[in-house]
């Protein structure tokens, strides 16, 4: 079984920042991307950032130059730093992986975290 933990959301002023942390456990072979989405009430969930396992990133334009995404290989976990955070930054992040189990390498699955919320109060 493989399970996706996200913590570090929380409610934050304007202007803010925030850390994000996600780990990937249980029969893990190898991870390839890992990146971040959010829901906002009312919208489709939408990609932040995603990182390969090769640590190239790619951002919405909407957070290019406030958020950083990054990832401990070691620990299966993704990290997202977000600074300068915007009301409109509200939602619910999700943490996504790709990766293959040990009881079948062979094949690439996607899993997603349950979520965390973030708000941003102006």
């Known amino acids: 079984q493989v399970q996706l933990v996200e913590s570090g959301g929380g409610l934050v002023q304007a202007g803010g920042s925030l850390r994000l942390s996600c780990a990937a456990s249980?029969?893990?072979?190898?991870?390839?991307?890992m990146g971040w989405y959010r829901q906002a009430p009312g919208k489709q969930r939408e990609l932040v950032a995603t990182?390969?396992?090769?640590?190239?990133?790619e951002y919405a334009d909407s957070v290019k130059g406030r958020f950083t995404v990054s990832r401990d290989n070691a620990k299966n976990t993704v990290y997202l730093q977000m600074n300068s955070l915007k009301p409109e930054d509200t939602a619910v992040y999700y943490c996504?992986?790709?990766?293959?189990?040990?009881?079948?390498?062979?094949?690439?699955?996607?899993?997603w975290g349950q979520g965390t919320q973030v708000t941003v109060s102006s």
């Open positions: 996504k992986a790709n990766l293959r189990r040990t009881d079948e390498y062979y094949y690439t699955r996607t899993y």
């Open positions: 249980g029969n893990i072979f190898s991870v390839n991307d």
């Open positions: 990182i390969t396992s090769g640590d190239s990133t």
